[in-house]
C-alpha cells in the first residue's frame, strides 16, 4: 500500500515537473549530439621498426656501442622531440596552415601529445625491469586530425629514427677509434720520449752502468796485479841502481873488478841476485847466505887478478859507462813510476764508479719500469684500438645491430575517436538524470502538501474529502497577460540592450571574441566552423 502510494507520488511529482524533465533532457540530448557531431576526428597511423641484432657474431666481432637499444630509444626520443626538429617537421609537412591562431609553442605541444614511442619488450617478464630492459621493437604512434598528415608525421619520425640511430652509433664507434688512435700516439711519443731519456741517461753515465760493472771489477784486479808488478820491476831497477852505484864508489876509488869482464859481470848479477833474495828470505837463509859467500869468493878472486895500476883514461870510460846506465835505470824508473799514477788514478776512477752503480742502478730500474709500463699500456690500446677499426666498420656496413622498418605508416581509414555513440548515450544518461535531480530539487524547494496521504502522513490527520484547484477566468487572463508581456519584454528588450552596449559601452563582435577567449567558446566556435 505504501509502496503504490509513494509510486503515485513520484507519477504526480512528473506530472507537475513535467516540463523541467522534458525540457533539461532534450537539451542534454541534443547538447551531447551536438557535441559528438562536433568533435573532430582523430586519426591514428603507426610505423613499426625491428632492432635486428648483429649478424656477425660477437664473439669473432664485437661492436664497441655497448648502449643497449632500449636506451637508445629513449636518447633518439629526446633528440625526436627537440623545438628544433619538431619546427622542422611541421614547415616541412606544412602542418597547421589552417590554425594560425596557434603560436608555435602550441603547434609543438599539439605534436609532443600527439606521438607516442612505445617500446616492446622480448618477454613479458623483462617488461617489468624497466628502461634498461631488452627490446625488439618499438612502434612509433602518431594521433591527428588529418589521415594523410597523421601517416606523413609517422613516416618523417621513422626516417629521422633511422637516420639518428645510424648517425649515432657511427659517430660513436668513429669517437671511440679516434680516442684509441689519439692514445695510441700520445703513448707511442710518451714511450720514445722515454726510450730517448734512458738512452741519454746511459750516455751520461757511461762508467758506472750496472752491466759494466763485473768488468769494472775485474779491472781493478788486473790494474792490482800490472801495480804489483810495476812495484817489482821498480824494485829490481832501484837495485841495479844501487849495484851500479856501488860500482862507480869503487871505480872512483880504483877498485873492483872491469865491468867488460867476464867476473865483473857476474858478480853483478850475483849482487842483484842476492838483493831479490833479501827481498824475500831472510839473512840466515842459505841461499842468501851461499850467495853472499860466492859474492866474496868471487870479489877475492878479482882482487888478484886486477892489474896493480889501471890508467886513469880506462877508469874514466868506465865511469861514464856507469853513470849512463844509472841516468837508464832512473828514467826507467820515473816511466814505471808515471805508469803506477796512471794506474791509480784509474782504479780510483773504477771505485768511484762502483760506488755509484747502486744508484744509477736504481735509476736505470725506475726508467725501465716506467718504460714497460708505458709499453704495457700501448699494447692494449693497441689491442682496444684493433677491436676500435672492427667496430666502425661493422657500423659503417650495417652489419651490427640496426634498426630496421618492417612496418610503414599507412593514412588510416577510420577515425580512433571520439566514439560518438558512446558520447551520445553517457550525455543522454546525464541529461536524464539531471532533469530528475533538477525536478527533485524544485519539488523540495516547494514544500505543499498536495495529496490526502502527504496531509495523513505530515500532519497525522486525515481529511475528510479533496476539492482540487480551479482557475478562475480572471486567473487565466492573468498568466496570459503576464507570459505575453514577458515575451514582449524579452523580444524587444533583449535586442535595445544589445544595440546600446554595441553603440555606447563596446561593440559586440569585440565582447564577444573576449568572452569566447576567456570562456573557451573559441574552441567550440572552431570546431564548429571545421565541421561545416
Known amino acids: 500500500m505504501e509502496q503504490a502510494q509513494a509510486i503515485r507520488e513520484i507519477v504526480g511529482m512528473a ?16 547538447a551531447s549530439g551536438f557535441t559528438a557531431y562536433i568533435l573532430p576526428p582523430v586519426y591514428q597511423s603507426s610505423a613499426r621498426i625491428l632492432v635486428e641484432s648483429q649478424k656477425i657474431p660477437a664473439a669473432l666481432a664485437r661492436s664497441t656501442v655497448t648502449a643497449s637499444a632500449a636506451e637508445r630509444v629513449q636518447l633518439i626520443k629526446q633528440r625526436l622531440m627537440t623545438r628544433d626538429n619538431l619546427v622542422q617537421v611541421i614547415e616541412d609537412l606544412g602542418l597547421f596552415l589552417d590554425r594560425e591562431d596557434l603560436s608555435v609553442s602550441e603547434q609543438i605541444e599539439i605534436l609532443r601529445d600527439a606521438t607516442v614511442i ?7 617478464k623483462r617488461a617489468r625491469r624497466g628502461n634498461n630492459r631488452r627490446i625488439s621493437a618499438f612502434v612509433i604512434r602518431v594521433s591527428f586530425n588529418n589521415p594523410g598528415q597523421a601517416a606523413k608525421i609517422a613516416n618523417e619520425f621513422v626516417t629521422t629514427v633511422l637516420d639518428q640511430n645510424l ?15 689519439q692514445e695510441e700516439d700520445r703513448l707511442s711519443t710518451q714511450l720514445a720520449s722515454i726510450e730517448s731519456e734512458i738512452t741519454q741517461f746511459k750516455q751520461d753515465n757511461a762508467g758506472a752502468l750496472p752491466e759494466s760493472l763485473d768488468f769494472r771489477r775485474s779491472e781493478i784486479a788486473r790494474l792490482a796485479n800490472s801495480d804489483l808488478q810495476l812495484d817489482r820491476r821498480i824494485l829490481e831497477l832501484e837495485e ?11 871505480i872512483s876509488e880504483g ?11 857476474q858478480l853483478q848479477k850475483m849482487e842483484n841476485l842476492l838483493v831479490q833474495k833479501l827481498a824475500i828470505f831472510s839473512e840466515n837463509h842459505r841461499d842468501v847466505r851461499r850467495l853472499r859467500a860466492q859474492i866474496e869468493a868471487l870479489q877475492a878472486e878479482s882482487a888478484v887478478e886486477e892489474p896493480s895500476a889501471d890508467p886513469a883514461e880506462a877508469r874514466s870510460a868506465r ?30 776512477r773504477y771505485e768511484e764508479s762502483i760506488q755509484r752503480t747502486p744508484n744509477i742502478e736504481m735509476a736505470l730500474r725506475g726508467y725501465y719500469r716506467k718504460h714497460d709500463d708505458t ?54 544518461g546525464v541529461s536524464l538524470g539531471l532533469a530528475v535531480a533538477l525536478a527533485f530539487l524544485v519539488e523540495l524547494m516547494n514544500p505543499a502538501i498536495r495529496t490526502a496521504a502527504q496531509m495523513e502522513r505530515q500532519l497525522d490527520l486525515r481529511p475528510v474529502a479533496t476539492i482540487p484547484y480551479i482557475l478562475t477566468a480572471a486567473e ?3 498568466r496570459r497577460f503576464w507570459t505575453v508581456t514577458l515575451a514582449i519584454i524579452v523580444l524587444a528588450g533583449f535586442p535595445l540592450l544589445l544595440y546600446g552596449v554595441d553603440q555606447h559601452y563596446l561593440p559586440l563582435e569585440l565582447m564577444g571574441q573576449r568572452v569566447a577567449e576567456r570562456t573557451g567558446l573559441d574552441e567550440v566556435i572552431r570546431m564548429i566552423e571545421a565541421r561545416f
Not at 241 to 250: A, D, F, S, T
Not at 258 to 263: A, I, M, Q, R, T
Open 15 to 30: 506530472r507537475r515537473r513535467i516540463g523541467i524533465l522534458i525540457g533539461v533532457a532534450i537539451f542534454g540530448v541534443i
Open 319 to 348: 865511469k861514464g859507462e856507469v853513470e849512463r846506465r844509472i841516468a837508464l835505470l832512473d828514467t826507467q824508473i820515473t816511466l814505471l813510476n808515471d805508469q803506477k799514477g796512471e794506474i791509480e788514478k784509474k782504479r780510483k
Open 375 to 428: 709499453q704495457d699500456q700501448l699494447k692494449e690500446i693497441v689491442r682496444k684500438r684493433a677491436s676500435a677499426e672492427t667496430g666502425e666498420r661493422l657500423e659503417v656496413n650495417q652489419q651490427a645491430e640496426r634498426f630496421e622498418v618492417i612496418e610503414n605508416a599507412t593514412a588510416p581509414e577510420k577515425p580512433v575517436s571520439p566514439n560518438r555513440r558512446k558520447i551520445l548515450a553517457l550525455g543522454s
Open 167 to 181: 648517425r649515432a652509433r657511427t659517430e660513436r664507434a668513429s669517437e671511440t677509434l679516434d680516442f684509441f688512435q
Open 255 to 265: 877498485s873492483g873488478p872491469p865491468p867488460d869482464s867476464n867476473k865483473g859481470r
Open 240 to 250: 841495479e841502481r844501487g849495484g851500479l852505484e856501488e860500482r862507480l864508489e869503487k
Open 476 to 478: 487565466r487572463r492573468r
Open 118 to 124: 612505445r617500446p616492446i619488450a622480448v618477454s613479458r
